[in-house]
């Protein structure tokens, strides 16, 4: 699985043997904690199964809330770079950070329609 910046990580999972130089161990609360709002990777806990809709809701609405406060924050320093104007590539970067803040609207909604 590649990270949001492109570096390659792996899950490991319990009672996994699999090791690599780059593994990590994710719990499902720092999945939560760095913004991971997806079913689909959620799901791959096993507590992710004994939760109800609802309480799977306030995972996802908590981890979509942890996501946008980190890309404001990530575009307000980006925004806040000296000499920002002389430096065209970062604006690249803004609009990808906007891009994601539209792709997580729209999945807010999605899930908000599935969850609730």
Do not use: C
Not at 107 to 116: G, M, N, P
């Amino acid at each position: 699985m590649d990270g949001e910046f492109g570096e390659n990580i792996e899950i490991k999972r319990r009672g996994s043997k699999q090791k690599t130089k780059s593994s990590i161990s994710l719990t499902f609360d720092q999945a939560i904690d760095m913004g991971e709002y997806r079913p689909e990777f959620l799901s791959t806990f096993p507590k992710w199964s004994t939760f109800t809709k609802n309480v799977k809701w306030h995972y996802i609405r908590q981890a979509l809330k942890n996501r946008r406060r980190f890309l404001e924050l990530n575009y307000a320093e980006t925004f806040n770079i000296i000499d920002f104007s002389k430096k065209p590539r970062l604006q690249s970067v803004l609009d990808n950070i906007q891009k994601e803040l539209k792709k997580i609207q729209k999945d807010e909604v999605d899930l908000r329609v599935e969850y609730t």
